[in-house]
């Protein structure tokens, strides 16, 4: 089943506690990203990346690191979270666009609370 | 920048009624306008893409619409169901803006028996 799968799903921690979300796709697609959701505000893009080793800044990059050595994986680091990053985080892949028909698929979520 | 507007951002109606959700964004060099589906504790469901080329989509009850010049496409569901209760976030791909997607903030849906 195609899918893009995030850990863990929920995360309580505390400020300054390096923490890291996995995002996995089994999909074979070049395009990865990560977005946030809070209230009012819309999904939000933190950091995307079109292929191995080549990532770049989105919307919302402060406090976030972000890693691709494998095509299938995009993990989001968080290396000092603060209470201001609590959110609920998405993963999104696709395939490289090369016309308007690429649909984008998402993960399930990973809610996190830094206390 | 492309800024996305959903309205309303919640909407009740009874079973069976037939609804139009809107979705108006302000820079109309898009590649594609996407719509997905948020129910609690779950992902994004795709629901409809439509490339910037094309006038609308359909998918069973669904049909979406776009209007690039007006920068306006709408969601239209017909003969609602209690499954359809969701969130809706309509979402806006730009040309040149490589495959990143712009969201509303969404228009949640209550159908009640």
């Known amino acids: 089943e195609a899918q893009v799968t995030q850990n863990p799903r929920y995360l309580i921690t505390v400020t300054g506690k390096k923490l890291t979300v996995t995002c996995s796709q089994n999909?074979?697609?070049?395009?990865m990203s990560w977005y946030r959701q809070d209230p009012g505000l819309g999904l939000r893009q933190i950091y995307y990346?079109?292929?191995?080793?080549?990532?770049d800044k989105g919307d919302v990059p402060e406090g976030y690191k972000v890693s691709r050595k494998e095509k299938r994986n995009f993990p989001l680091i968080l290396e000092s979270p603060s209470p201001n990053q609590t959110s609920l985080y998405f993963c999104?892949?696709?395939?490289?666009?090369?016309?308007?028909?690429?649909?984008?698929?998402f993960g399930p979520g990973t809610r996190l609370l830094v206390l | 920048k492309q800024e996305v507007t959903q309205i309303p951002a919640a909407l009740s109606v009874p079973e069976g009624e037939n609804l139009v959700l809107n979705c108006s964004f302000t820079d109309s060099a898009i590649y594609n306008l996407q719509w997905f589906r948020q129910d609690p504790g779950k992902g994004l469901t795709s629901l409809l893409l439509?490339?910037?080329?094309?006038r609308e989509q359909t998918s069973g009850r669904l049909n979406a619409s776009l209007d690039k010049s007006s920068g306006r496409s709408t969601l239209y569901i017909a003969a609602s169901q209690p499954g359809d209760s969701a969130t809706y976030l309509c979402?806006?791909?730009?040309?040149?803006?490589?495959?990143?997607?712009?969201f509303g903030t969404g228009t949640q849906l209550k159908v009640e028996l």
């Open positions: 439509i490339q910037s080329s094309q």
């Open positions: 999104a892949s696709s395939k490289q666009l090369t016309s308007g028909g690429i649909p984008q698929y």
């Open positions: 990346s079109m292929n191995v080793e080549v990532t």
């Open positions: 999909m074979n697609h070049e395009y």
């Open positions: 979402a806006v791909g730009l040309t040149g803006g490589g495959n990143k997607l712009t």
